[in-house]
């Protein structure tokens, strides 16, 4: 898919091209019927359509101000303009999306979120469905690319993605910690990340003990004595999906484990979209998620708390 920010009329505008292998007019009916749009869209629009007409979602009214089917539809809603233009090319369609709003702090975090969506649009006009949260594992990734594509902060955008509760670790009985995310990069670009020194220092919190490795496949190991680690790792379509396990001993270290391990994979993010995340930065966001953890499992979270007051800071 290809992104760019610009401006219009002094508003931020997003635009996202992407060539779908399906007719005009199959994918005219998924950007506008109602039924369609909430299978793979933020929000299904209830609209007819018709041009000039208004409709309401989410307590706030949107009006359709522009429409041609089954080439264009433009509306506004929330005080922000939207716009699917299709162009045929011989049995495929060539989608373009445009996003124009005003908060151009948010942009890359906008962008990583729409790129999401616009993943679960292919399986469902397959007749498929990818679900709203298997579609946003990449978002990481994706937002400190467009942080660094479009020359924003990445800050804010860190903030929002970190409070992503369906990305946070599972904690199953043993005690074991599993995490999950998908990635746009190839199974090899990840075993490196996972195996070169100089990279795993960018995201590991020290060392690794290795146990067994399977390259590209498998590898495990320990990590300051404490339990057992298990990263796994499978391609999926152009990218890849990773698996990692850690099982320890303290249940009430919980909440303190899987905040700190949600952290790390943020700063993995950073490092496969080629950008760099201090530990401190990752840091930001260790209470929000720690708290959340904490609640979640029933674990005291005076443990995490005490530590990360302890932490040794630059």
Known sequence: MNVTLTTSDSREALRFE????????????????????????????????????????????????????????????????????????????????????????AAAQTAAGWACYFDRLEPHLSGGNLSEESAHAPIGERHERY???????????????????????????????????????????????????????????????VGDSEAPRLLTGSWQGEGTLRFELRPEGTGCVLGFSHTFTDRDQAALAGAGWDRCFARLDALLADQMMSEAASLVSWPEVHERLAARWNVDPEIGRTAYAQRPRD
Do not use: K, N
């Not at 749009?37 to 018709?50: D, S």
């Not at 594509?149 to 670790?169: I, S």
């Open 147 to 209: 942080a660094a594509q479009f020359g924003v902060d990445p800050a804010p955008g860190r903030m929002f993605v970190a409070g992503l509760d369906f990305r946070d670790p599972v904690l199953e009985d043993g005690p074991v910690l599993r995490l999950e995310r998908r990635y746009d990069q190839p199974i090899e670009r990840l075993w490196q990340a996972l195996t070169d020194p100089a990279e795993l220092h960018q995201w590991f919190p020290g060392g690794l003990e």
């Open 18 to 105: 992407r060539r779908l292998a399906h007719p005009i007019e199959r994918v005219w009916r998924a950007v506008v019927l109602p039924a369609e749009l909430g299978q793979w869209f933020p929000a299904a629009a209830y609209w007819t359509p018709e041009a000039g007409e208004t409709f309401e979602a989410g307590g706030q009214t949107g009006q359709i101000t522009e429409l041609s089917a089954p080439q264009l539809i433009e509306w506004t809603f929330g005080g922000q303009l939207f716009r699917f233009e299709l162009h045929a090319e011989q049995d495929d369609c060539v989608l373009v999306f445009t996003h124009i709003f005003d908060d151009g702090g």
